[in-house]
């Protein structure tokens, strides 16, 4: 599970801003069987929740930039094996025909195991109608059926339009009125986030390397035994050190240790003096910083942050990010999470915060 730590950066509801000089950041929120989130643009994505005992994980995604112009593109998504290159698919909402008897949808698999079926606009505007009403909407094609929730997709859609600036326009996906398009504002830039590269400072030796983050820890343990657990045996063999500048170096211990999640803090050493490092708060779309980075790793040569944190083994919940060294601290330049364990895979989670990321000498 998410340790307490890495919970303290979950939070969806927000409006708060990350950074000074950083854009806003977006947020998620579950409807039901369905979770939506937009990200510091306001493009949005909207996805059903497989079922919690499916053998096989399918899903509705709705994905809309935040721009006057942006449409709404709707797909139905099939994790499975074996699935032929192309398929034709009929597709049933409560048992009866959507959008009438006899019509397929063609569906495609590069791999056999990721099936797509993009639908067109006219029968994406067909299906959010259909929702209003329809609980369950089925997909059959050869031998194999898949069942996706509709319970919270109005919901879900309705909070996209909120947060785009959307409702009472005639662009909205639920709430529409007569307000044009042109009404609506235009979607922020994409925030620049610049990071520079330590591979070439001088390295510190094997033995410093070592004697670093063990000084730290044994500082740690007498100034402020709460901050980072006892390592366990074998855990300082995690722990590292890296040059940031001349005189600062970036120090990770190894705080805790799970089945599939290990926990770091990260502290800032001014010239080896440990006695007044400095633990390094990394910023969250919430606005409440994480102290701790779960399977985490530090690029010298890029100078990005990137850390994973599961909320379970199967990786089908919990956050990731990158942030990036700007020569004076680390700030967010990537979020995604996904807070409901569902089946859905990382390569799915809602997108809250993105960048423009340039390396900078």
Request: proline residues 6%; glycine residues 10%; neutral net charge.
């Amino acid at each position: 599970m998410i340790s307490p730590r890495s919970l303290a950066g979950l939070c969806f509801a927000l409006a708060a801003s990350l950074a000074a000089g950083q854009a806003s950041a977006g947020a998620s929120k579950v409807f039901r069987d369905w979770v939506a989130g937009c990200d510091n643009l306001r493009k949005c994505t909207a996805l059903s929740l497989p079922g919690e005992a499916a053998d096989t994980v399918s899903y509705v995604r709705m994905a809309r930039g935040g721009g006057p112009g942006d449409t709404a593109t709707l797909s139905l998504q099939i994790r499975d094996t074996k699935l032929k290159k192309s398929f034709e698919a009929r597709l049933t909402i409560d048992g009866a025909a959507f959008p009438t008897a006899g019509r397929t949808f063609g569906g495609t698999s590069s791999d056999g195991e990721v099936g797509e079926i993009d639908l067109p606009p006219q029968d994406g505007e067909a299906l959010i109608a259909a929702a209003r009403k329809g609980t369950k909407l089925d997909i059959a094609f050869d031998d194999k059926t898949f069942s996706l929730s509709l319970a919270g997709a109005v919901a879900a859609l309705l909070w996209v339009d909120e947060q785009q600036g959307r409702l009472g326009t005639v662009t909205a996906l639920i709430r529409k009125g007569d307000k044009p398009a042109a009404s609506l504002p235009a979607a922020p830039t994409l925030p620049v986030v610049e990071s520079r590269a330590t591979a070439s400072l001088p390295k510190l030796s094997e033995k410093d390397a070592k004697a670093l983050p063990r000084e730290l820890r044994a500082h740690l343990k007498r100034a402020a035994p709460d901050s980072c657990d006892e390592a366990e045996e074998g855990s300082e063999n995690y722990d590292s050190a890296w040059p940031l500048g001349p005189r600062t170096h970036l120090v990770s211990l190894v705080c805790y240790r799970g089945a599939y999640n290990i926990g770091a803090g990260y502290w800032l050493v001014e010239q080896g003096k440990v006695a007044s490092s400095r633990r390094i708060a990394f910023p969250t779309p919430s606005g409440k910083p994480q102290d701790d980075l779960v399977n985490s790793s530090y690029d010298p040569a890029s100078g990005l942050m990137d850390f994973f944190s599961k909320g379970r083994g199967p990786a089908d919940c919990g956050t990731s990010g990158i942030y990036a060294w700007n020569g004076r601290s680390f700030v967010l330049a990537s979020w995604n999470e996904m807070s409901v364990c569902r089946g859905l895979p990382p390569d799915e989670w809602l997108n809250l915060f993105r960048s423009e990321h340039k390396a900078v000498k």
